[in-house]
């Protein structure tokens, strides 16, 4: 028993009450409030206890039976196991499963597959895209050549030709395809058929929608892109972390040296364990028909969102998120997010396509059905929820109704508890 230090190895939160006080006050948030932010999810408990195993304590470097380190017998094992399940789970060749995030799986790509100065075509994030494609703010905005593509003001949706027209104009190097709030299907063949056009490569960031693909329902990347990233949470309902796969040999070097020693160092073994946990469980029948209740869910969140009089983005949904246009009600999404917070409704705020506003106070809001249908709601409780949001957004200012709102989101929580 260690003297230095009694208790290091027997003692708990207990220990540090501070730390339990703020860690027991998310717990209750999360047991008593409706998650609806698209980039967040519920794990299981199996996924919590991988993640919150002695693997904490294992430093890795490499791929797997090919380590710097010594003592990786199991750490190799649970890595392989991890990398096996992803390729048999998405029906790919090879898979990285070692990205700390989705942005470090994007920056790994990039760095691998490109030169500094290289020309990326990528979705403005004023239209849907994601900031780790070439955002002015980030890393691969500096050190890329980024031109961005848009949405059609009518449709509000990709158009092809416009797409096609800019890639013959600046001979990307690389065409990205995904982002974090554009709720329709991509046209993966017709993307491609561009980049092959340009000679440039197609890579599709499919965080948003990974599990909708893994079920079957939603268009499969593959055999279209040359490499696809995601992250593990979100629609995967796993642990939080990135991963990057691929089907040609002969970029397996040059993606697995973008990531480490690319982007990051050691890696993070016990996120690991828990997306081998995370991709077992999406490699059951159940993942299946949980994906499933998460589309019809958004339809009918959507749905009840149209019939209070809210616009929805491009008409509706094709996947997990939706986003919501609050200009004909004249509330702002921050005004509108801090008022369903306060209901115990968790938004966020989003900018809309040609949105006027900034994006610390825009336009619309983004919401997703992904935790919710992982609590076991379905229609009846969204079409509850939609009714909460409408009344809500409605009079943000009413005390009185976000009082009663608050009320009824508990009162629904507790029919559906968690852990």
Same mark, same amino acid.
């Given at each position: 028993m260690s003297t230095l230090h009694a208790g290091y190895f027997t003692e708990g939160l207990e220990a540090d009450p501070e730390l339990a006080r703020a860690i027991g006050g998310e717990l209750a948030r999360e047991r008593h409030g409706i998650e609806l932010i698209a980039s967040e999810n519920i794990v299981s408990r199996l996924v919590l206890e991988a993640q919150g195993s002695v693997l904490t304590n294992k430093t890795v470097e490499g791929l797997p039976y090919a380590r710097y380190y010594g003592g990786a017998e199991f750490a190799d094992a649970i890595e392989a196991l991890a990398v096996e399940r992803a390729k048999r789970l998405f029906g790919c060749a090879f898979a990285n499963v070692q990205p700390h995030s989705g942005s470090n799986a994007n920056a790994g790509v990039f760095l691998g597959l490109l030169g500094l100065g290289d020309?990326?075509?990528? =979705?403005?994030?004023?239209?849907?895209? %994601?900031?780790? %494609?070439?955002?002015p703010a980030t890393l691969t905005g500096r050190d890329y050549h980024v031109v961005r593509y848009g949405?059609?003001?009518?449709?509000?949706? +990709?158009?092809?030709?416009?797409?096609?027209?800019?890639?013959?104009?600046?001979?990307? /190097?690389?065409?990205?395809?995904?982002?974090? &709030?554009?709720?329709? #299907?991509?046209d993966f063949a017709g993307m491609r058929a561009i980049a092959d056009e340009v000679e440039a490569l197609f890579m599709v960031d499919?965080?948003?929608?990974?599990?909708?693909? &893994?079920?079957?329902?939603?268009? %499969?990347?593959?055999?279209?892109?040359?490499?696809?990233?995601?992250?593990?949470?979100?629609?995967?309902?796993?642990?939080?972390?990135?991963?990057?796969?691929?089907?040609? &040999?002969?970029?397996s070097d040059r993606i697995n040296y973008g990531i480490f020693p690319g982007v990051q160092g050691s890696v =993070?073994? %016990?996120?690991?364990?828990?997306?081998? $946990?995370?991709?077992?469980? #999406?490699?059951?029948?159940?993942?299946?028909?949980?994906? /499933? $209740? !998460?589309?019809?869910?958004?339809?009918?969140?959507?749905?009840?969102?149209? *019939?209070?009089?809210?616009?929805? !983005?491009?008409?509706?949904?094709?996947?997990?998120? =939706?986003?919501?246009?609050?200009?004909?009600?004249?509330?702002?999404?921050?005004? $509108?997010?801090k008022a369903l917070e306060k209901a115990g409704l968790a938004v966020n705020k989003n900018l809309i396509p040609f949105d006027?506003?900034?994006?610390?106070?825009?336009?619309?809001?983004?919401?997703?059905?992904?935790?919710?249908?992982?609590?076991?709601?379905?229609?009846?409780?969204?079409?509850? +929820?939609?009714?909460?949001?409408?009344?809500? !957004?409605? #009079?943000?200012?009413?005390?009185?109704?976000?009082? *009663?709102?608050?009320?009824?989101?508990?009162?629904?929580?507790?029919?559906?508890?968690?852990?």
């Open positions: 020309t990326l075509l990528s =979705m403005d994030t004023a239209a849907g895209g %994601h900031i780790s %494609h070439g955002h949405v059609a003001r009518g449709s509000e949706r +990709i158009e092809l030709e416009q797409l096609r027209e800019l890639a013959r104009a600046h001979r990307p /190097r690389l065409i990205v395809a995904g982002g974090s &709030a554009y709720p329709h #299907a991509l499919m965080a948003h929608f990974a599990g909708l693909v &893994a079920s079957g329902l939603y268009p %499969h990347p593959f055999p279209h892109a040359h490499v696809v990233t995601s992250t593990t949470y979100k629609s995967l309902r796993g642990a939080r972390g990135g991963i990057v796969l691929w089907n040609d &040999a002969a970029l =993070m073994m %016990h996120a690991v364990a828990g997306k081998a $946990a995370c991709f077992g469980e #999406a490699l059951r029948p159940e993942f299946t028909a949980y994906n /499933r $209740a !998460v589309l019809g869910n958004a339809r009918v969140l959507a749905a009840r969102l149209a *019939d209070a009089g809210l616009r929805l !983005v491009g008409g509706g949904t094709d996947c997990g998120l =939706m986003l919501v246009d609050l200009t004909g009600i004249g509330v702002t999404g921050d005004v $509108a997010s006027p506003r900034p994006p610390e106070a825009p336009s619309g809001l983004r919401l997703s059905s992904n935790a919710g249908t992982a609590r076991g709601f379905g229609a009846p409780e969204f079409e509850a +929820i939609g009714g909460f949001i409408a009344d809500i !957004v409605k #009079a943000p200012s009413d005390a009185a109704l976000i009082a *009663d709102v608050g009320a009824r989101v508990r009162a629904l929580c507790e029919r559906f508890p968690i852990y």
